[in-house]
């Protein structure tokens, strides 16, 4: 057993759930820090503050929804989180999952779904499969990235318009086109104006200054606008009706066995998206700052995050990829940082709620327009549109499921597509060599050693064959392995199989060495196995390949030593 394999094994549940709270505090805590914290939480705040309310407005929540999911989700994901920098709050990948949950069971459907999720990714991190979440292949999560970002674009196309509906939005994309393009005669050109601006004013002042947090002040202005001329354009206030100023109080979303059951394949959906976004946050703070976060300790606090929104009627949370990026950039040193993103977040609930009712809808819209366009990573598309069939073909199946089906399908299939393009690509990279040279060419020897080299010659033995196999030995290599090695001649008395090049069996590949082994015992050839690993000998040993049948070497060299005829083998 490796060293690194005994660390891992000694390493107690205390430590793998410590949350990185307490470890800054142990190493040491200072007012220094403590400012630094301080400042990054105001500015990601900031940032937060409108980025929660259209979220959650596009998600088919209220506004103050999104605020307390920041909140409340923040706050226990900073407290009890594995990273050091991760800032919670609702994310914009949820936005369809979230909107088609409360269509099809309500708000209530939707805080049991939050629930049962917090409550199923506490789970995964128990069962410390945080590990394997972030196995997902790329082109799956480039694919349902951007499909999530057309999805959120087509959802504010109604506000960016200023449409006027004569019956319900519909979800699915297919049955949405229709009706916006029947009612586009009811456009309004202010609503478009203010989208239009909204969008020019954050780009451009994203170039001039890029310290400055567009978002918020375009909202600002927006709302001032808005107030000051009373112009005749949905807002907040007018669509929600005035945002409360203050927290709820906590309580269970109403349930039963039926409605459990109902919401099960939402809260499903909730949680295999939530770690992927949560954990693929954490992986981006871990490359910005060289820290490491702990996977399983963060989906345990995402977990109560969950839990937590839910009890305070707030939505989905998650870590937030931009906020945490922000939180890093804004010089944070620890996740005290996060905890001051939410008590600022509730500061501005208390003291702004009022001044929101003024924001037009319109404006959120151009905001979330830029989210979306953020969200598609047309670097990494391209990239993967040139790079092979296979990851193009993952690529659009995920992103065309995304955005005509769902996300779950999508995830789903593009990682069993993804899987089996690696199984096909490794299966490709093992091969079986015949008749090769023993070993590499000859190279000088320390002093007073003897030289250790076999020439080619010994390929004139003709009782003997010798085949050289590389590469993983599993279930997707073995049939074009087994078919080389099965062609075992009666000429032959000896046959050695050279595994030094082996990192990996599994059943089916002992399987075939079973079976061949069984066949040469039935033709008298005796067949050897060297160089294998002591992993790879394990496992032959356990499926019971060993002697009589099989003869193990630890080398080739010893191997040709023990069972060819020394005038073949050059000293």
């Known amino acids: ?100 949950t409360v ?36 082109p799956v999560t480039v694919g349902f990235t951007a499909g999530i970002a057309v999805i959120i674009f087509s959802s504010q196309l109604i ?31 202010l609503s478009i104006t203010f989208c239009v601006a909204t969008i020019i004013f954050i780009t451009s002042l994203k170039k001039l200054r890029p310290n400055w947090p ?42 039963n066995f039926d409605k459990v059951q109902a919401v099960f394949p939402n809260a499903m959906t909730f949680t295999l998206l939530g770690a992927i976004e949560s954990l693929l946050s954490a992986v981006v703070a871990d490359g910005m700052t060289g820290r490491r976060h702990r996977s399983n300790c963060e989906l345990v606090a995402q977990g109560v995050a969950n839990i937590a929104s839910a009890l305070f009627t707030g939505i989905c949370v998650t870590g937030a990829v931009a906020r945490t990026a922000t939180n890093i950039r ?24 009022p001044l929101a009712n003024f924001i037009p809808l319109a404006c959120l819209a151009g905001i979330l327009a830029i989210i979306s366009w953020n969200m598609i990573d047309k670097r990494s598309i391209l990239l993967l549109l040139k790079a092979s069939a296979g990851d193009a073909f993952v690529l659009l199946v995920s992103l065309s499921l995304t955005i005509f089906r769902n996300v779950t399908e999508a995830i789903i299939i593009g990682f069993a597509l993804g899987a089996l393009l690696f199984i096909h690509r490794m299966s490709k990279a093992a091969s079986v060599t015949a008749d090769r040279r023993l070993v590499a060419e000859d190279i000088a020897d320390a002093k007073n050693q003897p030289n250790s080299h076999y020439e080619g010659n010994i390929q004139k033995d003709s009782n003997t064959v010798i085949y050289h196999i590389s590469g993983a030995f599993f279930f997707g290599a073995a049939a074009s392995i087994g078919s080389v090695l099965d062609r075992i001649g009666e000429n032959y008395r000896t046959m ?32 050897v196995i060297c160089g294998a690993s002591e992993q790879v000998l394990k496992d032959f040993l356990s499926h019971g390949i060993k002697p009589p049948s099989v003869h193990f070497e630890k080398s080739l060299e010893k191997a040709v030593k023990k069972y060819i005829k020394p005038e073949y083998v050059a000293a």
């Open 330 to 353: 804004a010089g944070a040193r620890s996740p005290i940082s996060g905890i001051f993103h939410s008590v600022f977040l509730l500061l501005f609930l208390v003291i702004l709620a």
């Open 496 to 527: 050695i199989l050279d595994f030094v090049q082996v990192p990996f069996l599994d059943a089916t590949g002992a399987n075939t060495i079973e079976s061949l082994a069984e066949k040469a015992k039935k033709q008298g050839i005796t067949l």
């Open 1 to 100: 057993m490796s060293r690194s394999k005994k660390a891992v094994e000694k390493i107690s549940f205390s430590e793998l759930f410590q949350p990185k709270l307490i470890t800054v505090l142990r190493e040491g805590y200072h007012f220094v820090d403590f400012r630094a914290d301080v400042v990054a939480g105001l500015t990601v705040a900031i940032v937060a503050l409108p980025l929660s309310i259209a979220i959650a407005i596009a998600s088919g929540a209220s506004p103050v929804q999104g605020l307390y999911t920041s909140i409340v989700g923040g706050f226990f994901i900073a407290l009890l989180g594995g990273s050091r920098f991760q800032i919670g709050g609702p994310a914009g990948a949820f936005i369809i999952v979230v909107s088609t």
């Open 159 to 189: 506000n960016m318009l200023g449409l006027e509906l004569n019956e319900k939005e519909p979800g699915p994309i297919l049955e949405k086109l229709p009706i916006i393009w029947n009612n586009i005669g009811t456009y309004s050109l």
């Open 103 to 138: 269509a099809e069971h309500g708000m209530d459907g939707l805080l049991l779904a939050t629930l049962m999720s917090g409550v199923m990714l506490m789970a995964l991190g128990y069962l410390r499969l945080g590990t394997y979440i972030k196995f997902i292949p790329y």
């Open 214 to 255: 567009g978002m918020v002040l375009s909202i600002i202005i927006g709302g001032a606008v808005t107030a000051f001329f009373n112009l005749d354009i949905v807002t907040i206030g007018s669509k929600f009706g005035t945002m409360p100023s203050t927290l709820p109080s906590p309580r269970l979303p109403e349930f």
